[in-house]
């Protein structure tokens, strides 16, 4: 196993009692005014079909009743994939015996990272593919989900087209609806305590 236990030093609890929603690309953050205020209108990930390190599909149904932390990377990345991937290995170490939380890496370069790649760097990196979906697919599926379901990207006001490259740190919690209810640097072990923390206060919520 290649990650370390930093998941003892996670904040205890989060910085809010109840986490916020986020509904747009500038992660404004909404509370709902009321218990009584439907979120059923608030913007939810899109319903997605793409396969993991297993060679099995993986889709929306994978996370249901789940809350789920997601991330885009490439196994050649030589910049900040790696500390990435190692930041989701302190999650994974985190959660690993809590059912109610998976983790989804998606590759940003899907035709070279086949099946057999994913597998092999999943076994590098000490994946447990039970709890960790490393995913490729189709690629205007994934720079679709990144780009404007998981608002990933930080450069707003920046069009991107069609052919540009997807290459972000930002790690996204979603919740059990679908629902985006924060987002993290997943370089600092700061943002990932915090995460941690944020996960369990999600589950008091759910």
């Known amino acids: 196993m290649l990650f ?5 030093t996670a904040q205890k609890q989060s910085r809010v009692a109840k986490l916020p929603y986020y509904k747009e690309a500038t992660f404004t953050p909404h509370w709902p005014k009321s218990n009584k205020e439907s979120t059923i209108d608030f913007h939810t990930i899109s319903p997605f079909k793409l396969i993991n390190q297993e060679g099995d599909t ?3 149904k ?22 990435m991937t190692a930041n989701m290995g302190i999650l994974q170490e985190a959660f690993l015996s809590d059912n109610e939380v998976l983790l989804l890496s998606h590759s940003v370069t ?8 994913l597998k092999a760097y ?3 990196k000490g994946v ?21 379901d998981y608002f990933v990207e930080e450069d707003l006001g920046l069009e991107k087209e069609a052919d540009d490259f997807l290459h972000t740190e930002n790690f996204v919690l979603i919740d059990k609806n679908r629902h985006i209810r924060g ?3 997943g370089l600092n072990l700061t943002a990932i305590n915090q995460l941690i923390a944020d996960v369990k206060t999600l589950q008091k919520e759910m």
């Not at 189709?138 to 404007?148: F, K, S, T």
């Open 4 to 8: 370390m236990g930093c998941a003892e």
């Open 58 to 60: 993986v889709s929306e």
């Open 62 to 83: 994978t996370f249901k009743d789940k809350i789920y932390i997601t991330d885009f990377f490439f196994t050649t990345c030589p910049g900040i994939c790696p500390k």
């Open 110 to 117: 899907p035709v070279q990272d086949s099946v057999p790649i």
């Open 122 to 124: 999943a076994e590098a």
């Open 128 to 148: 447990n593919s039970k709890k960790w979906h490393l995913v490729t697919g189709d690629r205007q599926v994934i720079y679709n989900l990144g780009r404007n």
């Open 183 to 185: 987002i993290y640097n």
